[in-house]
């Protein structure tokens, strides 16, 4: 792919997937109110009523338009089929979640399996480059590292898929920021699969803003995780040297802090890292009185603050990179406190305290041990409140 065959090329493939997606949505809306596959109002959603949650279908199809129509004029035959059959086996497992609710472990199968599809096609970090250190080999650690940010970004975009064009409008900008790298590094190629992806997302992104007539489901929040994480593999290990790793961070640093928050808050207090609550970042800033619109836009400028600070790496020097980088996460971290998405750190040692000063007071009854826990979890809630 070179010279003006790539441009007019690269537009028709976009313009193909945006069509696709945006035609085929209001039929996969309808096919989803048939067969019952709709999001139901439970204690942790936003939305009130019955939403259709297929419209990642529309999304993989759009990109599978779009990306095959780029194969004829391509150099990167396995990159692309690692693509369509590794992002088809996730779609695939969304929509059979999205209908019936699967098991959390066979998920993380399935997906460690389409991570193994890509680190099989290339995409994997065998170095990376990073302010101060400068190139780092992984070795050894290249594959499970890889693996590790396919699988955890494809659950990091699930989570954050939680209010009306949240998860849509990040993918968009995440796409057109990848595409923006590809161009100016020279991976034209890589441009055009990033731009395919940014088009097919907004053609479902337009019934997807508040209020959403249709969810991408974790069809499309697993497909999009799984091509996007692949794409900013490809982006940084195609660019050792020049690229550092530290803007592709910056880029997805929101849901990979809401998953990382998330996962530690559940595990510290005692419940499974996958059982869903209604703690997430995007949930603090509705609570904080924002509106769904106004709180997706803040968390789209906040991205779009993290990745200006991580592309500054690219034109500062380290030590200015660093301080820059530390001063955003710092002021970030602030506002996520005051938010309260801290609060269960609080909690913990609280709780913790209050068991010892229950025990060493009832140390000296003959007690049901059941009772005493049940009466230990009035005593902690009652001080809560």
């Known amino acids: 792919m070179e010279g003006i065959p790539v441009f007019f090329s690269t537009l028709i493939a976009a313009f193909a997937a945006l069509t696709v997606s945006w035609l085929l949505t209001p039929f996969v809306r309808r096919l989803a ?24 279908v529309a999304i993989y199809s759009g990109f599978a338009a779009g990306a095959l129509l ?49 680190l099989y096609a290339g995409f994997s970090f065998e170095a990376i480059s990073l302010p101060v250190l400068g190139r780092v080999e992984l070795g050894t650690a290249a ?50 699969l990033a731009l395919v992806v940014a088009a097919t997302v907004l053609g479902f992104l337009r019934y997807n ?60 207090t005692g419940q499974h890292p996958f059982w869903a609550d209604r703690m997430h970042i995007h949930h603090r800033l509705l609570e904080m009185g924002l509106e769904q619109p106004v709180a997706v836009l803040a968390i789209l400028g906040s991205s779009f603050l993290f990745t200006a600070a991580g592309m500054a790496s690219l034109f500062v020097g380290a030590t200015w990179s660093i301080i820059l980088v530390t001063v955003v996460m710092a002021g970030s971290g602030l506002f996520l406190r005051k938010l309260g998405c801290f ?29 005493v826990a049940s009466e230990m979890d009035t005593v902690v809630l009652e001080n809560e409140a």
């Open 343 to 371: 609060a269960f750190l609080r909690q913990r040692r609280y709780k913790k305290e209050v068991a010892i000063k229950f025990v060493e007071e009832t140390n000296s009854k003959p007690a049901n041990s059941h009772v």
């Open 209 to 268: 803003l508040s209020p959403a007539s249709i969810f991408m489901g974790d069809t499309g929040s697993l497909f999009l995780g799984f091509v996007l994480s692949c794409l900013s593999i490809k982006i940084v290990a195609l660019q050792v040297g020049t690229i550092s790793l530290l803007p592709v961070l910056m880029l997805f640093a929101y849901p990979i802090a809401d998953m990382t928050l998330a996962v530690v808050r559940r595990v510290s």
């Open 33 to 56: 109110l048939r067969f019952g596959a709709v999001a139901e109002p439970n204690h942790r959603t936003i939305h009130k009523s019955k939403i259709p949650k297929l419209g990642g």
């Open 143 to 192: 594959l499970p590292l890889s693996a590790l940010w396919i699988v955890g970004l494809m659950n990091a975009l699930n989570l954050m898929d939680g209010m009306d064009g949240l998860a849509s409008g990040f993918s968009t900008w995440v796409a057109l920021v990848l595409c923006g790298l590809a161009v100016v590094t020279g991976h034209l190629e890589l441009a055009a």
């Open 70 to 118: 780029l194969w004829p004029h391509s150099g990167f035959d396995n990159w692309l089929l690692a693509l369509l059959v590794g992002g088809g086996l996730v779609a695939c497992l969304g929509l059979l979640d999205d209908l019936y609710v699967l098991n959390c472990y066979t998920k993380l199968a399935v997906q460690s399996i389409a991570a193994a599809i890509a």
